[in-house]
């Protein structure tokens, strides 16, 4: 199994462009999301899926849309980059709900809005 | 919502001592505490967990106890090696069964909430 799995790895954004960032997983789990890490800021939420067509928002939703029409893929939606969007984004996926099941990260995308 | 602190902000210890990284939690509904480690370049990886009906609970070098009464977590790793120097994240899960609503029930967003992160540096 590839685990999860994220694209792009490194991405530059001028502000005001959209772009989406890719994640996979091939583990069929139920449970996926997206995180922001901020140094000093340990991990915040943004969204979350806890199925195929079932989608929630996290901590800090605002700027970001996600979809979730297969299982496996979870694609996160920068609508309109703004520089305060700088950060490493991972992704996440658990077999079942947050509250007992291992956490699988992928590896991060480190996104720069200038 | 939940808050998780974490402390300290960094830590240094030599090869071979114990290190010890504190947590605390807000909400007493919180059940199930993770402790992640992650390494340079690398997204978290979860290394022990505990769930609030345990006190306590170790695996071989690293162990973690519970005081629900104080909602405090901490994260005890022994004889310390060069390997365990990274960056290591206590969170906290609010689980509510009914879930997803997107209505904001209890306040704030469900899933983990993490504290700020520890980089422990392993001194040779």
């Known amino acids: 199994n590839a685990g999860v799995t994220q694209t792009p790895k490194f991405q530059v954004l001028k502000t005001g462009q959209s772009m989406t960032l890719q994640c996979a997983q091939d583990m069929n789990h139920e449970y996926m999301s997206w995180y922001r890490q901020d140094p000093g800021m340990g991990l915040r939420l943004i969204h979350y899926?806890?199925?195929?067509?079932?989608?929630d928002q996290g901590e800090v939703p605002n700027g970001y849309n996600v979809s979730r029409s297969t299982t496996e893929d979870f694609p996160l939606r920068l609508l309109s980059a703004a520089p305060s969007q700088t950060s490493v984004y991972f992704c996440?996926?658990?077999?079942?709900?947050?509250?007992?099941?291992?956490?699988?990260f992928g590896p991060g995308t480190r996104l720069t809005v200038t | 919502g939940e808050n998780v602190e974490q402390h300290p902000s960094t830590l240094s210890v030599q090869e071979g001592d114990s290190a010890v990284i504190k947590c605390t939690y807000s909400?007493?509904?919180?059940?199930?505490f993770p402790w992640y480690k992650q390494e340079l370049g690398k997204g978290p990886q979860l290394i022990i967990d505990i769930r609030s009906n345990v006190g306590e609970k170790k695996d071989q070098r690293i162990a973690v106890t519970l005081n629900k009464t104080a909602k405090h977590f901490s994260l005890h790793i022994t004889e310390t090696q060069p390997e365990d120097s990274a960056v290591y994240f206590c969170?906290?899960?609010?689980?509510?069964?009914?879930?997803?609503?997107?209505?904001?029930?209890?306040?704030?967003?469900?899933?983990?909430?993490f504290g700020k992160g520890t980089h422990l540096i392993i001194q040779p």
């Open positions: 969170a906290a899960s609010i689980f509510h069964p009914s879930t997803p609503t997107g209505d904001g029930a209890g306040g704030g967003a469900d899933g983990l909430t």
């Open positions: 996440a996926s658990s077999f079942t709900d947050f509250g007992g099941a291992e956490q699988y």
């Open positions: 909400d007493s509904a919180s059940n199930y």
């Open positions: 899926s806890v199925g195929a067509g079932i989608t």
